[in-house]
């Protein structure tokens, strides 16, 4: 009897320390979730706190800075720009390209009143003008004033009009000129006059010529007068395109 209570006792006993073992085990596992949840949560409030001090510290920076200074870069900045943009752009306005509207119509039907254009300044100082160019120069009665018209003469050539024709003479030879790339050839020239060229002078006429204030009117182009030639027209953009130079088969 003796030997059978003691045999219950040793199995109460087991039983104990089977749950003892069983919940430090557990209280173990426990904690150890627990650290490895803890640097996790430990890394997000130390992020929290870097970025609230990084807030707090621009604040207090743009709290410091004056308006005044503030609006002092600003314009800073603003300048910069224009003065690039002027560094850039004034050359090719001035020395390159310059933009001329057309008044009026006389160079109907191929320009028209408002027509946008682009004037290449450029070509003229290493090369002349050439017969059938439009170019924009000074007008030589009035300076201030800027007209539009085609080459007809060069330097050194005899230009006639007679009967409605332009007659070219050059070393003695007389050709009438073949205009109907750009005109009518039904067109006429009005007018009757001879006129001799000289060096650095030229013999201008509006495409329109029952509409043109040229050098049937007032004479000669003096070469220095001349700004530049026609080399684009950017409006309408129905008519947008290069503006070409025609091709003589004679003279």
Request: a neutral charge; charged letters at 25%; proline letters at 5%.
């Amino acid at each position: 009897m003796r030997n059978i209570l003691s045999f219950f006792e040793r199995k109460k006993a087991e039983k104990g320390r089977g749950k003892w073992m069983f919940a430090r085990v557990e209280k173990q596992a426990s904690a150890t979730r627990f650290a490895s949840f803890s640097p996790r949560r430990e890394d997000g409030n130390v992020r929290n706190r870097e970025m609230s001090n990084e807030r707090s510290e621009a604040n207090e920076v743009s709290a410091r800075t004056p308006f005044w200074k503030s609006c002092a870069t600003f314009i800073w900045e603003i300048s910069k720009i224009i003065i690039i943009a002027l560094v850039i752009v004034l050359p090719i306005r001035y020395f390159l390209f310059q933009p001329f509207i057309v008044r009026g119509a006389s160079m109907e039907p191929n320009f028209h009143n408002g027509d946008y254009l682009i004037i290449d300044e450029f070509s003229y100082r290493f090369s002349n003008p050439e017969r059938g160019e439009v170019i924009v120069f000074k007008n030589p009665k009035n300076l201030s004033q800027k007209f539009i018209k085609r080459i007809i003469g060069l330097p050194g050539e005899t230009i006639q009009i007679n009967e409605g024709k332009v007659i070219i003479f050059q070393d003695d030879e007389a050709q009438v000129l073949d205009e109907s790339s750009y005109i009518s050839e039904f067109t006429e020239t009005p007018g009757g006059l001879t006129v001799s060229l000289a060096e650095n002078e030229y013999f201008v006429l509006g495409d329109n010529r029952f509409a043109s204030f040229d050098s049937r009117r007032w004479g000669e182009l003096p070469r220095e007068n001349i700004i530049g030639m026609v080399f684009f027209r950017a409006w309408p953009f129905s008519a947008l395109a290069k503006v070409e130079t025609p091709i003589y088969l004679n003279p």
